[in-house]
Nanobody, 117 residues
Framework: QVQLVESGGGLVQPGSSLRLSCAASDFAFDIWKMNWVRQAPGKRLEWVSTIESDGSKTYYADSVKGRFTISRDNEKRTLYLQMNSLKSDDTAVYYC??????????RGQGTQVTVSS
């Protein structure tokens, strides 16, 4: 059974940084495209970023471009999201999601990120 476990969330002030991690197990992590998605209270699930299976290409939502960086370590089977210059609009539960269809693919339990002064 696919396991994805996110960590690294927390309560931070605007302008701060956080690094999220997603530990993957029980599937061939290194052949899958991986994503970060998020869901704010009362809103739909939103795509944040995608990285190709070998890390060669990355893609970002306009709302996070230039502030967030997605990366992965296939040997450690871990996905990362470095988030800088955080804004209140970034407040959400962040999930890592497997595959091209990030909306319906396997997802972890999420990690809460709250940006507030």
């Amino acid at each position: 059974q696919v396991q994805l476990v996110e960590s690294g969330g927390g309560l931070v002030q605007p302008g701060s940084s956080l690094r999220l991690s997603c530990a993957a197990s029980d599937f061939a992590f290194d052949i899958w495209k991986m994503n970060w998605v998020r869901q704010a209270p009362g809103k739909r699930l939103e795509w944040v970023s995608t990285i190709e299976s070998d890390g060669s290409k990355t893609y970002y939502a306009d709302s996070v471009k230039g502030r967030f960086t997605i990366s992965r370590d296939n040997e450690k089977r871990t996905l990362y999201l470095q988030m800088n210059s955080l804004k209140s609009d970034d407040t959400a539960v962040y999930y890592c999601a497997r595959g091209t269809n990030w909306a319906t693919g396997a997802r972890g339990q999420g990690t809460q990120v709250t940006v507030s002064s």
